[in-house]
């Protein structure tokens, strides 16, 4: 079983449209994040939520927005979509003051043309 | 804002070689993790260093915690062609936030 599971792991899409990810842990954990690696693999944080209220929002457009329906799912849609957008979006889970680290999906390499 | 910097950005190697990565903070950490990100994958969580001067093995991977909470590093010994990836320390600053170092891409030649 996926831990951490994103869909769609590939997203092609031209500039303008608006597009969303998806989020899903079945770990338990009560803190979901968005992460942005760019093409220089650095990992910027986005947004996240802990049991459903967001907590960290760092400063990106505010075409992105985050929706957390329950402490298991996080989702992230994207309005407008421009070519800077392209990246791969990182999910990932953790559970407060554990000693493990972050839970990380697989990706979404999301190509804007 | 909060930065983690993380040195060297690439480090090419001999199969057989050590390698190390280091991570500076300019504020003291409460922590501090190690991720390992493999060509084409997605981070995966090392290990996790709390205590100052703290020193952690796995196998041929050593993790340092330095004494004032705002350095760290990672030192492998006798690189293996399964240890190419991006190595990537992540300091957490109080609370809930955890911000990560650009990375140390590792490329082990045979």
């Known amino acids: 079983d996926t831990a951490v599971s994103q869909t769609p792991k590939y997203l092609v899409t031209q500039m303008g449209n608006d597009k969303s990810i998806k989020c899903e842990q079945n770990?338990?954990?009560?803190?979901m994040y968005w992460y942005k690696q760019d093409s220089k693999k650095f990992l910027k944080i986005m947004f996240s939520?802990?049991?459903?209220?967001?907590?960290i929002n760092e400063t990106v457009p505010n075409r992105f927005s985050p929706k957390s329906p329950d402490k298991a799912h996080l989702n992230l849609h994207i309005n407008s979509l421009e070519l800077g957008d392209s990246a791969v979006y990182f999910c990932?889970?953790?559970?407060?003051?554990?000693?493990?680290?972050?839970?990380f999906g697989s990706g979404t390499r999301l190509t804007v043309v | 804002g909060q930065q983690v910097m993380q040195i060297p950005q690439y480090q090419h190697v001999q199969e057989g070689e050590d390698f190390t990565t280091y991570c500076n903070s300019s504020t003291t950490l409460s922590n501090i993790q190690w991720y390992k990100q493999r060509p084409g994958g997605h981070p995966v969580f090392l290990i996790q260093l709390v205590k100052s001067g703290e020193v952690k093995k796995q196998k041929r991977l050593t993790f340092q915690f330095g004494e004032a909470k705002k350095n760290s590093s990672l030192h492998i010994t006798a690189t293996q062609t399964t240890d190419v990836g991006t190595y990537f320390c992540?300091?957490?600053?109080?609370?809930?936030?955890?911000?990560f170092g650009a990375g140390t891409i590792l490329r082990v030649k045979s």
């Open positions: 992540a300091g957490r600053v109080g609370g809930n936030k955890l911000v």
């Open positions: 939520y802990n049991n459903k209220e967001l907590i």
């Open positions: 770990l338990g954990h009560d803190t």
């Open positions: 990932a889970s953790s559970q407060t003051g554990a000693s493990y680290g972050y839970t």
